[in-house]
């Protein structure tokens, strides 16, 4: 079979009965990114590591000998979104005031798996500084979706996404603040995981709204996710925010029915204007998870219209206060034509920043200056605790949520250019749950027609749960996952 599109649980049992190393693994990826990638490929990658993951993959292979015990991620290669700060690797967060960037620390989801002797090919494409939903607001060009490469992978984790869809790599970190994980799975046919709020430590990753930013994964099995989740979550020191509650073995947890389980459909989430394929699709998700034995309750979230009015006041207020950081003195770009220190703070951001980040910082400026915080953000935060307060009264009902991923299959890349509310209206299914800091999926559930071009696009369902439910929605994804194929797919043009 074609070691591009293995899970990593197959390619772990292929390391230890020793059909290959971790070397001839990392070279056999390595190979596929010059091949696949690059400028005239997908550019879902911004640096390969090369002569890094050789080392790490030798480390591995020496672990592998002499450790029957040893990790399911021990010499597995993966990818980074170039948000998380890497020691020694540029990191870049697509932007160009970060151009020449290189921290001299890992963030702690990179220390865990570098602890576990995974290897790091490289770091993925993202919109700038993870604001957008398309990896168009990226400074070095879009990534493109691998199942037709006129179209968007979504974002802003688009480039993993995109690699992990493609085959490039088994897994990658991403991100999510309000979709960006979700979003681009659904739309690049793989599995994404946004994880409980504070499950995942923040620390290292450059922050976007640090009250929603949650580190996850991009795979190609829910087993996937539920394997990289073990190892990712967890209390840090480092993020005062993380949690403290135990972590459960969720890949040996993982059910293949449901019976006993049930699940809540919203009807506000078969939103207007989603595409009828789409809808349709979701429908025979639905009944495939009532044939595991799960019971089918309609449930109402009424305030879920209020959920993007919320993002879009909260999240640029937040970003001003992150982006506010990047002036040209400590670290980051600073301009060669600046005269003083003024100078120096406005014409390095205006040469850094691209359109869209200096678009949320004036507009999240705006909603925190005096006389317009009470009547903006606090508002927003009040109608965000009204959120959390509705999903945790139909939790009470239901052990989870399922609805589309995304309204409509990826569109072609220029198409969301002049739409400022593009990201708003891509994510409008997801965005709830981040408000309220829930466990997401999403899964691949079959495909769908473009509505702009004649073409099948993958179609994703999203599973909601419970603060600190992984446990929940990881099972019932992998139960689905027992009985449908779809996850299985890949894009024509990326075999061996």
Not at 63 to 86: E, M, Q, R, W
Not at 107 to 119: G, R
Not at 209 to 238: C, F, M, Q, Y
Not at 289 to 296: Q, T, V, W, Y
């Amino acid at each position: 079979m074609e070691l591009a599109f293995l899970e990593i649980s197959e390619l772990a049992e292929k390391l230890r009965n020793k059909e290959i190393s971790s070397v001839e693994l990392t070279k056999y990826f390595l190979q596929r990114i010059k091949e696949y990638d690059g400028e005239s490929g997908l550019n879902a990658f911004l640096t390969v590591t090369e002569e890094e993951a050789l080392g790490q993959a030798q480390d591995a292979d020496k672990v592998l000998a002499s450790d029957p015990n040893a990790s399911l991620l021990t010499g597995i290669p993966y990818a980074a979104k170039d948000l998380f700060s890497t020691k020694g690797i540029r990191t870049t967060a697509s932007s160009k005031i970060l151009d020449k960037f290189v921290p001299v620390f890992d963030a702690t989801a990179v220390e865990k798996l570098k602890s576990e002797k995974s290897v790091l090919l490289g770091k993925t494409n993202l919109d700038e500084f993870a604001h957008g939903s398309s990896t168009e607001t990226s400074a070095y060009g879009p990534s493109k979706n691998p199942w037709d490469v006129s179209r968007i992978p979504g974002g802003s984790s688009g480039g993993s996404a995109a690699a992990v869809a493609a085959g490039l790599v088994p897994f990658a970190l991403a991100t999510e603040t309000g979709g960006s994980i979700r979003q681009p799975a659904s739309l690049c046919g793989v599995c994404g995981w946004k994880p409980t709020y504070g499950r995942v430590s923040r620390y290292g990753v450059i922050a976007m709204t640090s009250s929603n930013d949650s580190p996850g994964t991009i795979a190609r099995s829910v087993k996937d996710l539920a394997i990289s989740a073990e190892i990712l979550s967890g209390h840090d020191l480092k993020d005062s925010t993380t949690s403290v509650k135990d972590i459960p073995n969720y890949a040996a947890n993982l059910r293949s029915d449901l019976k006993g389980v049930r699940i809540g459909v919203p009807k506000e989430y078969f939103v207007e204007g989603m595409q009828p394929e789409v809808e349709a699709r979701i429908h025979e998700a639905i009944a495939k998870l009532k044939e595991l034995g799960a019971e089918i309750v309609e449930v109402s979230l009424p305030l879920t219209k209020y959920g993007s009015l919320v993002y879009a006041i909260v999240t640029p207020a937040e970003i001003s206060s992150n982006l506010a950081r990047f002036d040209g003195i400590r670290y980051g770009h600073r301009s060669d034509s600046a005269k003083d220190l003024s100078d120096i703070y406005d014409q390095s951001r205006e040469e850094g920043f691209g359109d869209e980040a200096k678009r949320r910082i004036l507009t999240g400026a705006y909603a925190l200056s005096a006389g317009y915080y009470d009547a903006y953000y606090l508002k927003a935060q009040k109608v965000r605790r009204l959120l959390v307060n509705e999903f945790d009264e139909v939790f009470k009902k239901v052990d989870a949520l399922v609805c589309a991923s995304v309204p409509n299959v990826a569109q072609k890349i220029g198409s969301a250019k002049d739409n400022p509310l593009f990201g708003y209206i891509a994510d409008q299914l997801n965005i709830p749950a981040s408000m309220a800091g829930l466990p997401a999926l999403s899964i691949p559930c079959g495909f769908a027609k473009a509505e702009d071009g004649d073409v099948e696009m993958p179609v994703g369902l999203q599973i909601i749960g419970s603060q600190w439910g992984e446990q929940n929605v990881f099972n019932i994804g992998h139960a689905y996952q027992t009985i449908t194929d779809w996850h299985k797919k890949y894009p024509k043009g990326f075999g061996a």
